[in-house]
């Protein structure tokens, strides 16, 4: 279908964003990469009457190296990620994720802030932010503000964002030879959405992990983390029958969601069986 | 009904200034507007990959791209790849390899055959097929059009390596 008409604006800056989000309200929709919005719109699941197209912000753009964090920018788009030597030297888990995002096309327009504020629970960008401990930075009326990963997902679509507020960046703690990442996620179809994906962050010594995350896309209604089961992992020596053990207690910690094919039990073994993967996979 | 929107955008190496509904997309500009019908339209929600069109070098969903959002920049379609020559070689391994029966999927199809042997040359077999997921095809089972691109992808590397050792 083709999508409601609406107006259309490209500001200059983030301040005109702003006022324009106060002006409008919930009447308009920002506009970054447009992957999920254009989708939205034209099956008229929404029906804004303003697009606020964020393309012109060039300051919203790239990727750099800030206060001992890694910067993204929001209208760093997907296959900038994929390609950035900085990313993956500083955040190699995104360089794993950015593959399964969709489809080149999609990765060529779609963006990290806009994938992060859209809050997909089965999106990649925000199960990496907060695997990665990082942080988001929102910019609003009163000014700029961070906002942890922790606590930015509040529910379905749903973040901590204000209603006046715009997702300016996303930053992370640098890599250090000490931590470990690991990615994947199970798909009918490469560049599908996951039935279950997962990310996992730590540190590790002498192959005793640290600081474990373990985040879910796909089972929730936000990225969610396996607390349980992170607690069991930390302290403890990474190996065959600790793998088997983690996942008993992923598939008894989490209560998944069904999707429109699969069950929660399916779900339930699916993550098991990835969380065994990936932490055997990081072994070696 | 929302104004019209003026746009300057390059298509195929022709500077074009219209006015355009915001709503409208990418492809049905290039397809209602300028009359340029190759590039397709198949489940306008980003899944078929029909659409397929080049915005500022990279290949873009026609259907999750405004045509506003071109404003300023460059687009080329099959058609002005096909006159540039620039994919003939691709052309060619398609139509020896019988990569195609509808037709329909085609033109996407090259937009991400084109952008794949430019930006992978030494894809392999298996990242072929993971680079064309993004584009349905109902009628070929694929094989062939793997078969067709990976053709290309030999030939542009005996070609680089002629050139580099005639250097």
Known sequence: MKAAAFDYVKPRS???????LQEHGDDARLLAGGQSLLASLNMRLSEPRLLVDLGGLDALRGIGVHGGMLRIGALTTHTEIEGSALVAQHAPLLSAAAPHIAHRAIRNAGTWGGSIAHADA??????????????????GPKGERRIAADDFFRGLYATALEPEEVLVAGELPLAT???????DELARRRGDYAIVGMALAGRRHAGVLADTRIVLMGVDSTPLRARKTEALLNGKVAD????????????????????LTNSPETKRHLAGVLLQRLLNGARA | ?????????????????????????????VRDTLGLKGSHLGCEHGVCGACTVELNGRTVRGCLTLAVQADGGTVNTIEGLSRAGVIRDLQDAFVQRNALQCGFCTSGMLMAAKELVEQRPDANRAEVRE?????????????AIVDAICDVLQQRKAATSRTEASA
């Open chain 2, 1 to 29: 009904m929302a104004d019209l929107y003026p746009i300057r955008v390059t298509v195929n190496g022709e500077l074009h200034q219209c006015s355009v509904s915001p709503r409208t997309h990418l492809v049905d500009f």
């Open chain 1, 177 to 183: 030879p000490g931590n470990w990442f690991a990615f």
């Open chain 1, 14 to 20: 983030i301040d005109q964003v702003i006022s324009l």
């Open chain 2, 131 to 143: 680079w064309i997921s993004g584009n349905y095809c109902r009628c070929t089972g694929y094989h």
């Open chain 1, 240 to 259: 065959e029958a600790l793998a088997a053990t983690a996942a008993a207690s992923l598939r008894a910690e989490i209560d998944p969601l069904p999707d």
């Open chain 1, 122 to 139: 089965a999106a990649e960008w925000p199960t990496c932010l907060l695997a990665l401990g990082g942080t988001v930075v929102a910019r």
